[in-house]
């Protein structure tokens, strides 16, 4: 497995972090490391902002790699898009299922959670999936653990992460702790049927199994079985249960729509590589609000275009090696697969509405995704993992009391919402958390305090069951480890080129936004652009400085860096 290398940079951006920080060094490991626990204060010895009558209801709705070129087929977002508040400049701190899901959970950033990549490469490293999350301490840092100990009822139906899984002849996993109520679903549901979910009853885990119909059920049949529609009817269970309480809750309904399938053939003859109900297969209407036949190649920015300029440079300005090198995706199947993608999101479509018609007024909804996904943008294949729009802006949408509609422009990350559940809930943000809340732009919509995001990504070899291994070829292998810095108008990436333990060989990216809405020249080294280039080249390098790692509390100046 690929092992991330870091140098620490020498620039400091205007005296806000110190520079002499050591260099962070990440490898895998053969040997399981002792665990890393939180040690953030009890709840109970924290002064509430809020009163617990006044504490809301809480639902999110996390979809998987669900893209921002669907936006415009759903529904529930356009509705959201009136009611609520949107993000348009919504990043995740990495576009891969389980690092970004445990950046979500903790309020951090990879280098603080040790999740890397998806898998653990069947155990013979600790670099990402469960394995590096719940060795490094991530669940008793996890936000649903410190609003069940303020009193929440907590809720977890879906996906949870890579690693986390059960086969028959298999051990459960753990119980993860800060759940009242916990149905994960288990990831033979790629497929969309035939898959287990789980309970907890007296502290430890129950196994229930959601058999396939046959082959020769009817439609209506097969479609009650889906992975969507059992998650649908947990979750409502769970709601109406909230709902009829009297204690506050947090729910998060974690669906696999629209992730592809993994195994070679679907579980139904025919069965699409991105494998919708049977309601949704047919018919002009089948992709949601937009006509099938309207979703084309213009729907996905970037197509077609040349990538002989998007090739790294060094910070001297020379050409570096080209690391998008693999086939791009044909248009047809690129077509293909975005109305595939747009029919397999219509059972998430009417979830969302479900959920919106069926919470009261003191209950916030969430809306977002773990990261996006490409069909052939940038001359690339199809996959993630890049820190082009494509795979790291995502929806995030929040409808509830207080909220007021419209867009806003804060850049906000995934590790935002942690910090904003725990306001939400009353609570102090844990000094560990890298994210701020976004609560007070609920109210105002104009109000801007942050104008940055950070990413980070490991290069992984794709072994050890990555379920993002199927159907990618090579290309998430070729993607190199980065560090990027991203604005509403420009990225600036550093790759590291040279994939070699111990060693690094930087090259650059830069791109503006402010004309094209897609990757279409790497401008690191244009003269118009040297200014703007310097200033994030400045920021990027800062961030290098900041090194803290599990409970570490985060410092001021590098909560700075994203203002």
């Not at 919708?276 to 996905?300: I, N, Y």
């Not at 503006?512 to 390098?541: C, G, H, I, Q, W």
């Amino acid at each position: 497995m690929r092992h991330l290398k870091r140098a620490l940079a020498g620039v400091c951006l205007l005296g806000l972090v110190a520079c002499g920080g050591t260099s962070r060094t990440t490898t895998g490991e053969d040997v399981r490391p002792p665990r890393e626990t939180g040690q953030a204060a009890p709840v109970a010895d924290l002064q509430p902002a809020a009163s617990r009558a006044a504490r809301p209801n809480i639902v999110v709705v996390m979809l998987d790699d669900f893209s921002m070129d669907l936006v415009q087929t759903m529904r529930s977002v356009q509705r959201m898009r009136k009611t609520g508040a949107s993000y348009p400049h919504s990043f995740v701190t990495d576009s891969l299922c389980c690092v970004s899901r445990s950046s979500f959970f903790t309020g951090q950033y990879p280098h603080q959670t040790g999740v890397r990549t998806n898998t653990s490469n069947n155990g013979t490293s600790m670099l990402g999936g469960w394995p590096a999350y719940d060795t490094h301490g991530n669940p008793e840092r996890a936000f649903n653990v410190r609003l069940q100990e303020a009193g929440y009822t907590t809720g977890f139906v879906g996906k949870f992460l890579n690693e986390y899984e059960w086969a028959p002849g298999r051990a459960l996993p753990p119980v993860v702790p800060g759940w009242s109520t916990f149905n994960t679903v288990f990831g033979s549901a790629y497929d969309g049927w035939d898959f287990a979910s789980t309970s907890v009853a007296d502290g430890r885990l129950q196994l229930q199994q959601h058999p396939a119909p046959p082959a020769s059920a009817s439609n209506a049949e097969k479609d009650r079985a889906y992975a969507g529609t059992v998650i649908g009817d947990l979750a409502m269970d769970f709601l109406a249960r909230g709902e009829a309480g009297d204690a506050p809750y947090f729910l998060e309904v974690a669906l696999y729509a629209p992730h592809n399938r993994t195994n070679p053939q679907g579980h139904y003859a025919g069965d699409p590589l991105f494998p919708p109900m049977f309601r949704d297969r047919s018919g002009p209407r089948s992709c949601g609000r937009v006509a099938c036949d309207k979703l084309t190649v213009d729907d996905l920015l970037g197509y077609g275009d040349a990538r002989g300029d998007n090739v790294p440079r060094s910070r001297k300005g020379a050409k570096l090696r080209a690391w998008n090198t693999t086939a791009t995706l044909p248009a047809a199947v690129a077509v293909r697969d975005l109305r595939d993608r747009a029919r397999m999101a219509r059972s998430a479509d009417r979830l969302v509405q479900r959920i919106l018609r069926s919470v009261g007024p003191d209950t916030y909804v969430v809306l977002t995704s773990d990261n996006g996904f490409h069909l052939g943008q940038n001359g690339m294949g199809r996959g993630k993992g890049t820190p082009y729009d494509t795979d790291v802006r995502v929806p995030l949408l929040v409808t509830g009391p207080g909220v007021v509609p419209g867009k806003r422009r804060e850049v906000t990350s995934n590790i935002d919402l942690a910090p904003t559940f725990e306001e939400l809930a009353g609570l102090p943000p844990a000094p560990y958390r890298s994210g701020a809340s976004l609560v007070a732009t609920f109210a105002q919509p104009r109000l801007v305090r942050r104008s940055y995001a950070f990413l980070e990504h490991t290069q992984q070899t794709l072994t050890g069951g990555d379920p993002d291994a199927a159907f990618t070829g090579s290309e998430l292998d070729r993607i190199p480890s980065f560090t990027a810095v991203r604005s509403r108008t420009a990225l600036l990436a550093r790759f590291d080129l040279d994939p070699r333990p111990g060693r690094e060989k930087w090259g650059y990216e830069y791109y503006s936004y402010r004309k094209n809405r897609f990757e279409k020249r790497n401008e690191v080294t244009s003269p118009k652009r040297r200014e703007e280039v310097a200033a994030l080249m400045a920021r990027l390098d800062a961030f290098d400085g900041c090194r803290e790692k599990a409970d570490q509390p985060v410092s001021e100046a590098c909560r700075l860096l994203t203002q």
